[in-house]
C-alpha cells in the first residue's frame, strides 16, 4: 500500500499469538482483503481479528483505538470493534497491534446497497444518529483536536498542492472555486466533539439490511463537519438531504463538511494515483469531486 510499510502476513500474526496470546495461537489466521490503507487485517478462528498498523504514521490511531474505544462504545447505537487484547511490538514488528471481534455483515459501499437490501435514506438516518450520539459522549478528558480534527483550513496549502498535481486531469478552476468558498466560510464556533473522521462505506458494517457497525476507528475530538463525508462519498440525492436534517446540520457545518470530503479525496488521488496500490481510492475520490461539483 506505501512504499515504506512494514511487511505483514498470516505467518506473523501466528507468531504474534503465540508469543503474546497463545490461548489464540492454534487458531487459524488469514488476511482480510481491504480497501483500507492504515492497517492490515487478519481473521483468527471464525470470532477474532487482529488489526496491525502498516506504517508509523497508523501507530497513534491504533492507541487511540484500544484506549478510548472501551470508553465509547456504551454510549453508542452501532457496534464498535472494541480490543479484546493489545499486543506489543516485538523485534520482528515494532508497533502495537490489536486483537478484536470480528463483526458479521458486509462492507455498506454505495455499489452493493441494493444487494444487501439496504435502504440509503434509512442507512442515512442511522448513521446521523450515530454521530449525534458520538458527539453527546463527555470529552473532559479527550487530547486536543489533531489530525483531521483540526479546523479544515489547515488543508488549504495540500489542497493546492494536489490541483497543481494533477492539473489537466480535473476543472482545476471549479475545484478551487468549491475550494475558497470553503476557506471563506466561518468555523465551528463550539467546543470540539468526538468524531470518527474516516466515514466511507468500507467503514461501515450491514446486516440483516440495516447499518450494523462502524469500523476502522480511530476516535479524536474537533469539528463535527469532518464526519459529514458519507454525505458526498456514500449518498445522494433524498438520502444525503436526509442525512443531513438528521444531523440538523447548519449552512456553515455542511459547508465544512463539503470541504472535507473534497480535501480527502484531492489529497489521496494523487498519491494512491501515483502508488497504483489502491485503484479503489482513486475511483472513490473521483466520484466524491463529481458529487461535490455537481452540488454546488
Known sequence: MHPDEVDTDAALVTRLLAAQFPRWAELPVRRVASTGTD???FRI???LCARLPRIEWAVGSIE???RLLPVLAPHLPLVVPTPVAVGEP????PYPWS???????AAATREHFAELALDPVAAAIDLAAFLKALQTVDTTDASPPSGRGRPITVRDADVRGAVAELGSALDAEAVLAAWE???DTPAWPDAPVWVHSDLQGGNLIAQAGRLHAVID???GTGDPAVDLLPAWNLFHGEAREAFRTALGADDATWERGRGWALSVALVALPYYTRLGTNPRIVDDSWHVIGEILKSD
Do not use: T
Not at 516485538?90 to 514488528?93: A, G, I, K, Q, S
Not at 486483537?99 to 455483515?105: M, S
Open 39 to 41: 492497517n492490515a487485517m
Open 45 to 47: 478462528g471464525e470470532e
Open 64 to 66: 487511540r483505538e484500544q
Open 90 to 93: 516485538m523485534d520482528e514488528y
Open 99 to 105: 486483537v478484536l471481534p470480528w463483526i458479521q455483515g
Open 181 to 183: 468558498r470553503v476557506m
Open 217 to 219: 476507528f480511530a476516535p
